[in-house]
Nanobody
Framework: VQLQASGGGLVQAGGSLRLSCAASGHTFNSYAVGWVRQAPGKEREFVAAIWYNSERTFYADSVKGRFAISRDNAKNAMYLEMNSLKPEDTAVYYC????????????WGQGTLVTVSS
């Protein structure tokens, strides 16, 4: 499966952004998928994941209550709605597929940069 993230940009603290990830390949619908971010000078950090059928979602404590992950299998797409953004959310956000826990995924898209100004 191939993945392409989009929707990043510059936003003020307290603002919102919606990231999208377009997938190609017939196996997307069978995978748990999610988002991982990497801030400058820091290690990759798990953000959120969603089961193949959207029945369960998982979030890092740092984004719980502010971010929402969703997917549309008919469109081979997934999304990350980010609200109440903070400067510490600044990072490159990667969409990924075939989740095996934490920040472990088998397939990765290119990242999209989110910058939150204070």
């Amino acid at each position: 499966v191939q993945l392409q993230a989009s929707g990043g940009g510059l936003v003020q603290a307290g603002g919102s952004l919606r990231l999208s990830c377009a997938a190609s390949g017939h196996t997307f619908n069978s995978y748990a998928v999610g988002w991982v971010r990497q801030a400058p000078g820091k290690e990759r950090e798990f953000v959120a994941a969603i089961w193949y059928n959207s029945e369960r979602t998982f979030y890092a404590d740092s984004v719980k209550g502010r971010f929402a992950i969703s997917r549309d299998n008919a469109k081979n797409a997934m999304y990350l709605e980010m609200n109440s953004l903070k400067p510490e959310d600044t990072a490159v956000y990667y969409c990924a597929a075939e989740w095996s826990g934490g920040e472990r995924f088998s397939y990765w898209g290119q990242g999209t940069l989110v910058t939150v100004s204070s």
